[in-house]
């Protein structure tokens, strides 16, 4: 009997591998790496492939047709926006994410950029180099204790941010969504109203049909003169051009990204170095215990479906047997 042959598509230029290659071939795995993302080099390498490990290579269900021995697509995210997942589900492959790993380190991540916004950091840190030492922004930075931080997304990571918030501004109010669990300290408003009362906005959503584009030109207008918007969730939720747009009418005060719709950023994006927004390359969920997390527990999913027939943290159902 053949071992089963499992893939790695591509991984983050810091992650490495090895423990999660390990752990499938302690389990009896025949293991190879494709490291692209390109789907017709993939479709070479997983062509007899049973489980298939996605970094941030795109799955399409024209890729599926290609890979008729797959069951299991395993990703190193508790995102899946990139992958097919209805078309999966049609063809009896089961899609498993790495569940919360780092809800810690991206909350943790949102609010320092909350607080970098609200004290005018990228300002200060040109002092004595992009303007004298003793210029001052022409808005000085607002009492944090004062503010009305909202909330897009009560998921793990926006209630860990939302415990952030509420032990320093004024008032903390999430939109309500189907499902919210109420935290602490923090009240639930309809999504409207959390725009017309946000002085910082924190976005944590999945990228759905229905949040693409949320934040757009309208939604900008409808928050208060001198707001600032923190993205950590998926970049594609951020009109970046509408919110430049907005930032640079100085309807919003500024904006902090640590995720965009095209990563890596060209050079030349207007985001990159604007005065006044925050950006980083999409770094939120990285820690000294993260990194090796996530490989591990995209590893343990496929494990577990070839032992028990259905992976932990299986995101969805199958319309045939697998």
Known sequence: ????????????????????????RANGF??????????????AAARDAEALLVGYAPVDDALLERLPKLRIISLLSNGSDNVD?????????????????????????????????????????????E????????????????????ILGLGSIGRRYGEFA??????????????????????????????????????????????RGLLDAHAY??????????????????????????????HLAGAALDVFAQEPLPASHPLLGHPRVITTPHVGFLSDATDAEYVRRQADAVVSWRTSGRPDRAINRLAVRS
């Open 1 to 24: 009997m053949h071992a089963p042959l499992a893939v790695y598509t591509d991984l983050d230029d810091g992650d490495d591998p090895t423990v999660g290659m390990g752990l499938l």
């Open 30 to 43: 025949e293991v190879a790496y494709a490291q692209s993302r390109d789907p017709d080099v993939i479709a």
């Open 131 to 150: 303007h004298p030492w003793e210029a001052r922004p022409v808005e000085a930075p607002r009492r944090l204790s004062e503010l009305t931080i909202g």
């Open 166 to 211: 509420s032990a320093a501004a004024h008032r903390v109010v999430a939109a309500q969504r189907p499902g919210s669990v109420p935290v602490p300290g923090v009240e639930m408003a309809p999504y409207a109203e959390v725009l017309a009362i946000s002085d910082v906005l924190g976005v944590f959503l999945p990228l759905t049909d229905d949040t």
């Open 85 to 129: 997942v209805e078309a999966a589900s049609r063809r009896g492959i089961w899609v498993a994410t790495v569940g919360p790993v780092a809800s810690e380190e991206v909350a943790t991540h949102a609010w320092a950029l909350t607080l970098a916004l609200i004290r005018r950091l990228p300002f200060f840190m040109g002092s004595g180099v």
């Open 221 to 250: 207008a409808r928050m208060p003169r001198g707001a600032h918007v923190v993205n950590v969730s998926r970049g594609a939720v951020v009109d970046a051009e509408a919110l430049l747009a907005a930032v640079d009418s100085g």
